[in-house]
């Protein structure tokens, strides 16, 4: 069996699993959209930390 007809049969088992279920597909979809909506909103809100400045020395790694 090559490879290309595992994968066709690979995506019409996944598909005909997801046309059985329509509510999973939607939470699927709807959770991952909710959590990356919350993240967002909390980056907005919160705004980042300022990093001190380091002195153009001789090394980088030294704060003056």
């Known amino acids: 069996m090559g490879f290309l007809h595992q994968l066709h049969l690979l995506l019409w088992k996944n598909i005909s699993l997801k ?17 990356f909506f919350i ?13 001190k400045e380091v002195c153009k ?6 704060l003056c």
């Open 19 to 35: 046309r059985r279920g329509p509510w999973v597909l939607a939470f699927e979809i709807f959770i991952p959209l909710v959590l």
């Open 57 to 62: 020395c001789h090394c980088a790694f030294v």
């Open 39 to 51: 993240l967002l909103g909390l980056r907005q809100k919160k705004p980042a930390i300022p990093v």
